[in-house]
């Protein structure tokens, strides 16, 4: 391995320090060619998180062909039925959960990602049924939803291509957080921020007049007020009980 050369370090650092950097304030967060070294962006922001219950069991298992059909066939739904939003701003894998960042500057932007978490929690259903049919393990997860305003900042080293988005607020790190709580202790799957939930309850409850009941609130020393909820789109489950035929 090469040495580290700490003066050309302590240069790069100073550039930065001394770069003139622009903090874009607006409700959208643009897409990536938009963002360069010199430039940051500060506006709204909603993070999803769905995380495996219990995956250190699952990893151990001794039959690896199993693990790795499980995992992959999770992932690839979830993937899929995140991906397919003009507002999605990243999407990617961390371990045992899959996660996906959108710019969400309406309160319909938000209800989408919510929607979306519909999709998924009545997708578990029938990828538990299609792995009862193999005889393999079924699975459990936590789905956290946070929205917030975040600042997004081009992170890593300038001109070798290695760089990403750094999300800095609440909403990332706290739909996270709230994924680890979903499905355990009681909680029902679905766990949202109160942000989040102030922003959809109305447009939920215009269609149903009944689903604020469908929500509980609790309180997090670390993460505040909160909602879980184990909403599950009607027609899909019916198709999934009726034998997906």
Request: net charge negative.
């Amino acid at each position: 391995m090469a040495n580290y050369d700490y003066v050309e370090g302590k240069n790069r650092i100073e550039d930065i320090l001394d770069n003139v950097l622009e903090v874009k304030e607006q409700n959208k967060i643009p897409k990536d060619d938009n963002f360069t070294f010199s430039n940051a962006y500060y506006g709204w922001v909603t993070g999803i998180f769905i995380d495996i219950r219990d995956s250190t069991t699952l990893f151990s298992k001794d039959d690896k062909e199993e693990v790795s059909k499980i995992i992959r066939s999770f992932t690839s739904e979830v993937i899929e039925i995140l991906r397919g939003d003009d507002n999605l701003r990243e999407i990617g894998i961390r371990g045992d959960c899959v996660f996906a960042i959108y710019t969400t500057p309406i309160q319909d932007d938000i209800s989408e990602i919510t929607n979306k978490a519909f999709y998924i929690n009545t997708f578990m259903k029938m990828l538990n049924k299609l792995l009862s049919n193999k005889y393999f393990s079924n699975i459990d997860v936590g789905i956290g939803i946070a929205t917030s305003k975040e600042l997004v900042v081009k992170a890593g080293r300038k001109n070798i291509g290695i760089n990403n988005s750094v999300w800095i607020g609440d909403a990332v790190t706290k739909a996270s957080n709230l994924s680890s709580l979903g499905n355990k202790d009681l909680i029902s799957s679905i766990c949202i921020s109160s942000i989040t939930y102030d922003n959809i309850i109305d447009k939920l409850v215009s269609n149903n007049t009944i689903a604020k009941s469908w929500f509980t609130k609790h309180y997090d020393n670390k993460l505040g007020t909160y909602y879980d909820c184990n909403i599950i789109k009607s027609e899909f489950d019916k198709w999934i009980s009726d034998g997906m035929q």
